[in-house]
């Protein structure tokens, strides 16, 4: 079973327009963390954001936001106004006691913002 | 702001050979870390490393592969007869502490591995 599920494959949106990324995590842990990436084209991975399990406060960082609700273990990343510079692979991933805290991620979406 | 740094950026190597990713975590980080992300696939965790010694392995990580901190700055993941479907990109990553304090793991630019 998926640790982390990323349901959306590939997300394509004109500029300007909001667009939201899921996430859906699944742990029996009671201490988590969980992250977001960003993979541009270029392909080296860029931390965004981090949550722990006791922290529900969704953030908010410029453009981007995030609204984690562990009631339906979600932890999902909006993106207001997009820009083509946002277009890039978005991992989700999730870090476990029971694991060691290495991270575990999510397929990826793509998101591809065009002109 | 300091950084994880890899090398080499690309390796291209025979099919049966042995290859050596190198990657200096940043100085005051503690744990280490190899991932591995087979071209557009999901990236999937090797190996984790504290006090010298493997702390975590993943079922990827076979008698092929071995880690080293061969001296107080570098940590290499060693692969000691390549196979083609080792062709992937190989990221290192670094943190201070183990989970605790929502520390997030700082990752290099990956090295691009091609097993010809």
């Known amino acids: 079973a998926q640790k982390v599920t990323q349901a959306q494959t590939e997300i394509s949106v004109v500029e300007k327009e909001d667009v939201t990324l899921d996430c859906v995590y699944e742990?029996?842990?009671?201490?988590?963390?969980l992250f977001w990436y960003k993979q541009p084209p270029s392909g080296e991975l860029v931390f965004l954001i981090r949550?722990?399990?006791?922290d529900e406060q969704n953030e908010i960082s410029g453009r981007y936001s995030w609204n984690f609700q562990k009631s339906t273990s979600s932890f999902n990343f909006t993106i207001t106004a997009s820009q083509v510079v946002d277009s890039a692979v978005y991992f989700c991933a999730l870090s476990e006691a029971d694991s060691n805290y290495q991270l575990i991620w999510g397929a990826g979406t793509k998101l591809i913002i065009k002109p | 702001e300091p950084e994880v740094t890899q090398t080499p950026s690309h390796q291209v190597t025979q099919m049966g050979q042995e290859v050596i990713l190198r990657c200096v975590p940043i100085s005051n980080h503690l744990y280490f870390y190899w991932y591995r992300q087979i071209l557009g696939q999901k990236v999937e965790f090797l190996v984790s490393?504290?006090?010298?010694?493997?702390?975590?392995k993943s079922e990827i990580f076979d008698d092929q592969f071995s880690v080293e901190r061969p001296d107080g700055s570098n940590f290499t993941l060693k692969i000691r007869s390549t196979k083609l479907e080792d062709s992937a990109m190989y990221f290192c990553a670094s943190s201070v502490r183990l989970g605790e304090g929502n520390q997030p793991q700082h990752f290099g630019d990956g090295t691009r591995l091609s097993i010809l």
């Open positions: 949550r722990n399990s006791f």
């Open positions: 490393f504290y006090n010298n010694e493997i702390s975590e």
């Open positions: 742990t029996r842990d009671t201490t988590y963390y």
